[in-house]
Structure formats: C-alpha cells, structure tokens
C-alpha cells in the first residue's frame, strides 16, 4: 500500500472514524442492568452516567438497536433548544403535532404506550433538552411525568451534569436505577482492547500491522482511563502503519507524546 493510502488511514484512525467499540466488564454489567430494566412493568426512570469515553452512547445505541419497536429515541435537535421532553416525546410519536410546552403527558400518547408497548423514552445526553438555569428540575419533573402516567413508562436518560445526578438521587415517588460505567481499564482489559482493536483495523483497512509491530504493542499499562488508553493504542497502531517515515530511533523507545508528535507530523505532513 502506498504511502497516501496509509496516511489516510492514519488520519481517519487518529480522528476516531474507525468505527470501534470496546466492550469491556463495566460495559457488559450496565447493558444487562438495562437489560433487566426493560423487562420491568414498573414505571421507573434510570441515570447512565460515566467518565468521557466510556461508552455510554454506545451503550445506549446497542439498547436501541436491541428494542427499536418498543423504544422512543429522543435525539439532538439544534432547533429544538427551547422545547420540553414532554413536547419532544409527543413529536417523535406523532411528527406532525405541534409544540406547546405540554405540562401533562397526553392521553393520545398514553393509548399509544398500552396500544403498541412502545414503553421505554431514552435520551443520550440530557444537555440536548437543557435551556435554562432551572433546566435540571424541569427535566427531572418531566420525566417523572412519564413514569408516574398511566402508560408506566421507563426513561433512560445519560448525563454528566452534577446537579442533575444529584436532583435524581432525590427521586422517591417512583423505583430508580443508577447506572455507572467506569472508564478505567485494568492491566488485562488493556490487553484485550490492544487485540479487538488491532483485529478490527487490520480487517477494516486490509492490513497485517499487529503482527509486523509486536514490539511497539508490547506497551504497558497501569490503570488508565479508557478515552487516553483508545487515543494510545490509536497512536501506536499508527505509528506501526507509517513505520517507514519515522525517525531512525527504535519507536517503542520513543515516549508517547514523542511518538504521537512524529506520527502526527508525518500523517498530516
């Protein structure tokens, strides 16, 4: 493969458009967690809340796809910056209905819960229904709105705001579930993610880089946050992929701010 070819598939594995997801413990525990939600009757509402990559989107992405008949998705809208979770829920069951800031869940939206069992509401990221300063009560008032409704409805909803963490600590009217991914990575999860990435990136690209590169990989690590492990092992994977224009220097010798700095040079040179 030629060198703009590699270097295009360097910038694309730098700039995370690799498409891979390490699926580790902590993540396994939260999607079964969620997974035994889901088969609750109850109405409840549940917090998914974890460290910058630690794969909450994901998470609730796999959940989505898993019951995408029986889930309603509420997603970013950059229109939609003053709009209730009431009014978007309401939308996104019935697209042609206007807003109105509703105060109550509608009957027409609790017969069509029991009609069609679409049950569950899951929001990525709360900070895309935020508005104001007084956004956390409202939010968490909303969707206790759901929960306690006739239709008994389970809300899913990820954040990092601490005063929306704490505000749902405080829920007692309705059954809870706290739901925390830890990002930090054991001496073996990394190992692991060295494998599954290096099998997904040779795969993707039609490469052989972990078995040419052994020794590059053979690096260590400690417990690390999994966001600095994936943009690690990126750097490494890289590097292997443009050994050829690196410096003379043996490159597992080179420190990892070094190494990412040569390897960006030569990608984006």
Known sequence: ????????IARNILEGRHGFQFRWDSWTQAHDAL??????TAGSV?????????GITSLLDAFIAAHSTK??????????????????VQQRVFPSCEFGWLKRVPKSLVEFVKLTGRRTIVVDDTDIISHDKNSAEVI????????????????????????????????????????????????????????????WADS??????????EDLFATAIGSLEIAQ?????????????????????????????????EVLRVAYG
Not at 35 to 40: A, T
Not at 241 to 249: K, S, V
């Open 1 to 8: 493969m030629n060198l703009d070819a590699r270097r295009v």
């Open 35 to 40: 997974e035994s939600l889901f088969k609750s």
């Open 46 to 54: 549940a917090m998914v809340r974890g460290p910058v990559g630690a």
């Open 71 to 88: 889930v309603i998705a509420v997603r970013h809208d950059i229109f939609l910056s003053r709009v209730n979770l009431v009014d978007r």
């Open 140 to 199: 968490i008032d909303d969707m206790l709105k759901f929960a306690l409704s006739d239709a008994e409805m389970l809300v899913i909803f990820s954040t990092r705001r601490v005063p929306l963490q704490n505000l749902f600590c405080k829920i007692k009217s309705v059954q809870t579930a706290d739901i925390s991914l830890s990002g930090s990575l054991t001496a073996q999860n990394w190992v692991d993610l060295k494998d599954q990435f290096c099998h």
């Open 204 to 213: 993707r690209y039609g490469l052989n880089i972990r078995e040419h590169a």
């Open 229 to 261: 492990a994936m943009s690690t092992l990126e750097v490494l994977y890289c590097a292997a992929l443009l050994c050829d224009q690196m410096p003379a220097t043996k490159l597992e010798t080179l420190e990892t701010e070094d190494l990412k700095w």
